[in-house]
């Protein structure tokens, strides 16, 4: 599979778009039953090559809409499985429209709250990107338990920033960038939720582990509740 796509990236080069687009489409719908190892660069890279694709040929821009509607319509009609919702995922960030995966998720929860919570680690990153912590509180109870998670994450990259193959010093970047990011995260929710101290703890922790002076103004100096950007915090729902 590793091979067909590079294949296929050489028709591009070479200007045969349609035969490109075609086969991007099948290594999306058929790549896993050759090589279930390609799940994750059919969701990143693959799409990714199509998406450039579309920016010189309109009809490869089309059918990743197509695709990614027609998925869509599938899970709104209860159809699908949380494979088929990482898949809408992974094609709402292609193509730079995170806020639909929100969307989704939102109309999920309010029709099938069983459903919503398997599908509620995908749909996690963007809605919290999204700041909807009207949606995120009802899925994340224990801000400490989120914040254990992102740390392991964090400590097993970093016992592979001494591999070459995952780009040294790059890599540990990376994984330092990325580490910050999620705690920021994680502090702008506790904070929305009306959990300062939680906000706290986890920004404490983060600099155990961390020593990075971006988590020292996350948390507002004044110890009057307020939401993020100044906003009255929300009330947890009981």
Same mark, same amino acid.
């Given at each position: 599979?590793?091979?067909?796509?590079?294949?296929?990236?050489?028709? +591009?080069?070479?200007?045969?778009?349609?035969?490109?687009?075609?086969?991007? +489409?099948?290594?999306?719908?058929?790549?896993?039953?050759?090589?279930?190892?390609?799940?994750?660069?059919?969701? &990143? =890279?693959?799409? &990714?090559?199509?998406? @450039?694709?579309?920016?010189?040929?309109?009809?490869?821009?089309?059918?990743?809409?197509?695709?990614?509607?027609?998925?869509?319509? #599938?899970?709104?009609? &209860?159809?699908?499985?949380? @494979?088929?919702?990482?898949?809408?995922?992974?094609?709402?960030?292609?193509?730079?429209?995170?806020?639909?995966? +929100?969307?989704? =998720?939102?109309?999920?929860?309010?029709?099938?709250?069983? !459903?919503?919570?398997?599908?509620? &680690?995908?749909?996690?990153?963007?809605?919290?990107?999204?700041?909807?912590?009207?949606?995120?509180?009802?899925?994340?109870?224990? %801000?400490?338990?989120?914040?254990?998670? %992102?740390?392991?994450?964090?400590? !097993?990259?970093?016992?592979?920033?001494? @591999?070459?193959?995952?780009?040294?010093?790059?890599?540990?970047?990376?994984?330092?960038?990325?580490? +910050?990011?999620?705690?920021?995260?994680? %502090?702008?929710?506790?904070?929305?939720?009306?959990? !300062?101290?939680?906000?706290?703890?986890?920004?404490?922790?983060?600099?155990?582990?961390?020593?990075?002076?971006? =988590?020292?103004?996350?948390?507002?100096? #004044?110890?009057?509740?307020?939401?993020?950007?100044?906003?009255?915090?929300? !009330?947890?729902?009981?």
């Amino acid at each position: 599979m590793q091979k067909y796509l590079q294949e296929t990236q050489d028709l +591009v080069a070479q200007g045969k778009y349609e035969e490109a687009l075609k086969r991007f +489409v099948w290594f999306h719908e058929h790549a896993l039953e050759h090589d279930k190892s390609m799940y994750g660069v059919r969701l &990143s =890279f693959a799409l &990714s090559c199509w998406k @450039n694709l579309g920016e010189s040929y309109p009809p490869a821009m089309k059918a990743l809409v197509k695709m990614r509607d027609d998925n869509e319509k #599938s899970l709104r009609e &209860s159809k699908g499985n949380k @494979n088929l919702f990482h898949d809408v995922r992974a094609l709402n960030r292609t193509l730079d429209e995170p806020e639909k995966t +929100v969307q989704l =998720f939102e109309f999920i929860s309010k029709g099938d709250p069983l !459903r919503a919570e398997e599908y509620w &680690s995908i749909a996690k990153d963007p809605i919290l990107e999204q700041k909807r912590y009207d949606l995120a509180q009802k899925y994340i109870e224990d %801000i400490e338990a989120e914040f254990l998670e %992102i740390k392991e994450m964090y400590e !097993r990259n970093v016992a592979l920033c001494d @591999n070459p193959q995952f780009g040294g010093a790059l890599f540990k970047k990376y994984n330092e960038n990325r580490f +910050v990011a999620e705690v920021q995260k994680l %502090i702008e929710l506790a904070l929305a939720l009306n959990k !300062r101290d939680a906000a706290i703890g986890v920004r404490d922790s983060a600099l155990a582990v961390l020593d990075d002076e971006r =988590f020292k103004g996350l948390i507002p100096e #004044s110890k009057a509740q307020q939401g993020v950007g100044g906003q009255p915090a929300m !009330r947890p729902e009981s």
